[in-house]
Every structure is written in C-alpha cells, then in structure tokens.
C-alpha cells in the first residue's frame, strides 16, 4: 500500500495526524471559544492525550466497545447489489453496532474521558438523536447524569428517538431559537456548557467544535478506520478498497473511516446531503468553535441547511474535512433527497437492510456514478454509519407522498 | 465625535493607550466609576436616539453590538435583539455607515462575533471601524489564542481590543490576557451567558482582584449586572460596569429613548453616590 503525495500535497503523515496544540488542520481548525470555556478546553485536550497515551484507558475503551457495544462490526459483501452496479460493494457495518450507529464509539470515549476529569454530569447535542441516545446509553452505563438538546422540528421528526433518550434516563430539552435543528442544538449547547462547566462535560458528537473536539472524535471513531482495513485486505486479496465512501454530517463516521486508508491509494469520497453542503457550497468562516467551510452569507450570517435526514441537516463540516478537501486527498460530493430515498428502497430490497437516511446518501452516490466516476469493476467499502429503525415512519411518509405526486 | 478620536494610536498597538482606555483612565482619576450601557445597533427603528439618550443619561462610552445569526455567548434577550436588528436588514456596513453619521461625544466599542470580522477581513473590518469613529472592539469568541491576526490589523488602525477575564481564567493566563486588552479588560462576573440576574454572586470580585494583580488597566465587570444596586455593589471593587441585558429588555419592551435615558440615569446616580 504506498503512500501518495499529489501535487505537492503533504505526505500522508502529516494527514490525519495530530494537529498540534491549537489543532489546526492547515488553515482550518483551531479554538474560536468564549473565554469562559478557554480552560475546559485545555482541560479537555491534557484529559485527552494523556487517556490515549494511556495502554489502560484503550484497553477498557475497547472492553467496552467489545463486550457492550458489539465490536467488531463486520464488513458485508453486497452480492446481488455488486452484481446489478457492476462494482464490487463492501459495506462497513456500524448499523449494527450496540445503539444502532457509530455514534457509541465517540461517546464512549468521551463518558470514560468523563469520568476521569472527575465529572458527574453530560450535556450533548443532537439532530438524528442518535448521537443523543448513544450518550445516553453511555452515561447509563457509567452512572452519569445525561442531558440532551435536540431542536424542535428534529424533536418531532425523530420522535422515537427522543423517547429512547427518555426511557435511558436522560433529559431531553428541545431547542426552540434558530432553525430549531441540529445547529441551534450545538448553540445551547455551548451556551448551557459555559454555565455548568464545574461538573458537565459537553460530549460533542462529530468532529467538530473547538479543538480538541475534531481531533479526539476522529481518534474515538478511527475505531472503524482500523478494523475495516484488516477486514478489507482479508476479502481483497490484501488490497485496500478502490473508493471508501461516507456520508458527511459533521464528518465522524467520515472520518473515522478514511483515517484507516488515508495513507492508502484508495479515492476517499465524503457525501453531504446536497441541502447542507459545506464543502461544495460553503465558503471559509468561524462557527461553534472552528474555522471551517460554511454555509453563510456574504456578512458572514450563517444559512440554515436542509436535507430529510436530521443528521446531515448542519451548516457546516468538520474542519479536518475542510482540509482534507483543500489538499486533494479527498473528494466531497452530495446526494438529493429523492436519490436517497431510493438508495434506502434498493438497499433494502437487494440485500436486506434497512440503514439511517443519513448512511443511505454514501450509498445513493455508489448508485449514481457505478460505471461513471466509479470505473466498472471497482471495489467499493461503503461506511453503512447507521440502521434505518429511526427513520421507517418518516419513509413511509416520504413514500405515501410520491405516490400522489 | 472626531475631536476625541483623532488621537494617533501608537503603531502596531503599542503601548500607548487609545481613546477609550485614555477617556476612562481619565475618567477613573477623576474620581467616577466607569458606566458603559449596552444596546443592540438596530434593534429598534429609533436605536440612534436611544444611543444619545443613553450618552446623555451619563454613558461614559457605549458598547453597540452588530448582530450575528448565531450569538453563543448570548442568553434570549440578546438573541431576541439580533433577530429583530437582523430582520430588519441590519449589517455590519449599516451599522457603520450610521455610527460615521452620528454626533456622539463618548467612545463607542462595538460588540460582535469573529465570523463577521473573518469574512469582511481583518484590514477592511479594521479600518471601516477606524473611519466610522468606533474607538474599540470587544469579540467575545476570539481567544488569546486566535487573536495574533486581527490584533495586529486593529493596532495599525487605531482600533483597540477589549480582551475578558473569566472566573475560570487561571492567574497566568489573566495575566497574559490583561497584557494584551486595550481600552480595558472586561471582567465576566460568573460562568455563564449574558442575561439578568436577581444576584450577582461574588465570582466578580475574585476576577477584578486577578486582573488587578496583572494590569492598571480599568476592569469593567459585565454578565447579568442588572440593577442600580448590584452596579453599585459591583463598583466597590471594580472600575466600572457593561449592563447589557437589562437595557436591551427594556428597549425590546418598547421603552424607546426615554425608557433607556431614564433606567441609565438611576444606574448613574446609584453609582456615583456609590
Ligand atoms: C447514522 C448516522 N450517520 C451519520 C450521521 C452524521 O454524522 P457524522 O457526519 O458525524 O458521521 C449521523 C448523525 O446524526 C447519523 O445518525
């Protein structure tokens, strides 16, 4: 597997690597906090390292993972699926993960982290909810206490999720300032955090936010990265995949992934929904503690994202992603929300699973470009970040409107 | 408001002090406890006469911020009073554009968030603040950390940046903090968002005492001071108060000039009987 350097881009090692104490990736990045939450932040970051220098703190983390999460995940050959595009599919499997997502890596990390800062109390933001009842699972599982900010609108359309919260005993508090969806959950969020820093931890849930939030996150979910690259070269012949594709929300499950084959030659492809595409339609600036790529006006007034998945439904991207893109080392495309609905039905009807809206956006790209920008006969690993329970009553309705359209 | 702002800054921010911290230095040697009210540019069609209003009720300079979509550091008065200001059309050039045109007699210190600064560049967002008359900036989100850059743009121009100090600072970083505030430091009186509070708690204290270890710069207290009597409570260790929150409800309210004439007066009187 040999390592790439196009057009002066830097070296692998210096791509998913450790961006320092200001954690910055390139120009993106760094630490754009208030004051008050300045020295949780350096609290949060010495926490961190010294927990993943730590050969005591990973064995427990992957104990946990193991015994309770359900780790490893498998990797799934898509025969009929391969056979109808013309591209070998291999799909990642985290919708079988303990929660139903890669959600539960990251938090368990970060609750473990938790606890060794002395804190008692968790906060988290949600849009999905899984990110929501991961935490709240976690903090179950550890004894912590666990509150959530969710928007309204995303209240009502994962309301199944918001009652999983619930019945984990944590306390869900709908966020009603804003666009009430994942982005004014971030900014209660912080703003509860700032109050409440003493005891609670902000388990932020993507690789975003203020450093060291992108760089720990990606550390927590390159879990999947790992365990997907041996299990590859075990079906491969020993080869990496051709393309490794994700869906891109705020870019965990992303970059959990490409952090296993970043130094491969593999083409690494993060999709966003085509409503909430930084990359593709945002330009540099400052929100909720990072430099990034976001969706914004010419001011500088953030725009609101849209897409039916409540977990890609954000403004921005995770700075690393925002660098990642910059270099070249990988490509950041978007899918429609018809295209996904469909990708979700043929996943379904050809293989058996039912995976989140969010995973089904990866996936409706592979549809899409089998045999265009995937060349015919291609090996393609697909992150699969999430199963679809969350979302069945949602299709249904989406479904029963198409057909009177 | 030419006069007091014409002072020629010292290049690159140097030590020399700007028009804000020498009118409050002056101020604060003249024996007064500093009163710096806060309002939202635009959140009401009439928010120019309400900043003369507030001058005129005894405002020794005016922090006036410039809305941003998404405020973190803000609790829901001040959201309240962006998301008007912003629906009404408000913009960074706007506000200007109405600061150059205005006959004020005190600094102004405009409050906003980086993004607004980062998009318009730090050059031009420096040098429209200079030519609009604005004696400072306070952004709340830039850390120490990220600072270098728009400092440095700021100093050139003139304009000075009011650093805060929170009751999680440690003692080194107030210190390193307060070596690079200009105009003053703004103490952050507890761990929290800005809205009004019925007790001040006694976090404030602690911070003006760091910062006075550090620095003779003025140390204003701001965050939930919102009555006559916890300024004045305040201003017992401090050099001054921000009372943001409790003005904006009012205006929000629909006091107008008058109201906020009127609530800045007793805050006014409250402090100097002291
Ligand atoms: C199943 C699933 N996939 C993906 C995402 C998007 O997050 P990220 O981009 O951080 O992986 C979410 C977020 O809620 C999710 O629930």
Known sequence: ?405 | MSGLLATSPAPGGGLEPGALEQHLRARRASGAKLLVPYLMAGMTPDWLATLEAVVAAGADAVEVGIPFSDPVMDGPVIQDAALASLAAGTTPESVLAALGEADIDVPLAVMTYYNLIFRAGHRRMARSLAAAGVAAAIVPDLSLEELGPWAEEAGDAGVETVLLVAPSTSEARTAAICARSRGFVYAVARMGITGERADIGDAAAEVVAKIRRATDTPALVGVGVSTPEQATAVCAHADGVVVGSALVRRLLAGEGPEGAARFVGELRSAIDDG
């Open chain 1, 1 to 405: 597997m040999s390592a790439r350097a196009v057009n002066g881009v830097p070296g692998p090692s210096t791509l998913m690597g450790d961006p320092g104490p200001e954690g910055r990736f390139g120009d993106f990045g760094g630490r754009f906090v208030p004051e008050s939450l300045v020295p949780a932040c350096l609290e949060l970051d010495a926490a961190f390292r010294e927990a993943w220098a730590d050969p005591g703190f990973h064995l427990e983390f992957e104990q946990i993972l193991t015994e309770f999460g359900g780790r490893p995940t498998p990797v799934t050959r898509c025969l009929r699926l391969s056979e109808r595009l013309g591209v070998t599919v291999l799909l990642k499997r985290e919708d079988l993960a303990h929660t139903g997502s890669h959600k539960l890596n990251n938090v368990i990390g970060q609750a473990l982290l938790t606890q060794r800062m002395g804190k008692t109390k968790m906060i988290a933001e949600t849009g999905a909810g899984q990110h929501g009842v991961a935490s709240a699972t976690a903090a179950a599982l550890l004894g912590l206490e666990c509150t959530v900010f969710m928007g309204e609108v995303d209240v009502e359309r994962q309301s199944l999720n918001v009652f999983r919260m619930e019945l984990l005993g944590a306390t869900v508090r709908p966020v009603t300032s804003g666009s009430r969806t994942l982005k004014d959950a971030v900014n209660e969020a912080m703003r509860a955090w700032v109050s409440e820093v003493a005891d609670t931890h902000y388990c932020l849930g993507s690789v975003m936010g203020p450093h060291p939030f992108p760089y720990m996150v990606r550390e927590f979910q390159s879990i999947i990265g790992r365990e997907a690259r041996g299990q590859c070269a075990a079906l491969l012949d020993g080869a990496a995949p051709d393309l490794v594709v994700a869906c891109v929300g705020g870019g965990s499950n992303a970059a959990g992934i490409f952090s296993g084959f970043v130094d491969t030659s593999s083409r690494l492809v993060g999709v966003e929904a085509a409503g909430g595409s930084a990359i593709g339609t945002g330009i540099p600036g400052v929100l909720h503690g990072m430099k990034s790529q976001l969706l914004q006006d010419e001011e500088g007034q953030i725009k609101e994202a849209h897409s039916i998945s409540a977990g890609l439904d954000y403004p921005g991207i995770g700075p690393e992603h925002a660098h990642l893109a910059a270099t070249g080392r990988a490509e950041y495309t978007r899918a429609g929300d018809d295209e996904v609905i469909d990708a979700l039905c043929i996943l379904a009807e050809t293989e058996g699973i039912i995976c989140a809206l969010e995973s089904a956006h990866a996936l409706a790209w592979v549809l899409r470009e089998a045999g265009g920008a995937i060349p015919a006969g291609s090996s393609v690993l697909v992150n699969l970040s999430g199963r679809g329970d969350k979302d069945v009553a949602q299709v249904r309705e989406l479904l029963a409107a198409r057909t009177k359209r």
